[in-house]
């Protein structure tokens, strides 16, 4: 999966354990056709958003991915 990352901030004072001041990860991901090879609206490639959120029980982030 071909991905940039952006991070949200939740600023919730708590630790890490308790699943603050940890941070979302949004992963993008390019739209593909049946060939594989990425689609483009115009110039820009086509890119879907996955949300991945940290969970404090696993000490792990969670989400979904192609």
Known sequence: MSAR?????????????EGGDVKDIEIY???RDKRGRIRYKGEKAMTRPHLWQFDPQTQRYEGQAE
Do not use: C, D, M, N
């Not at 990352?5 to 354990?17: E, F, P, V, Y």
């Open 29 to 31: 991901s390019y739209i």
């Open 5 to 17: 990352l952006l991070r949200r901030g939740q600023g919730t004072g708590r630790t890490a354990q």
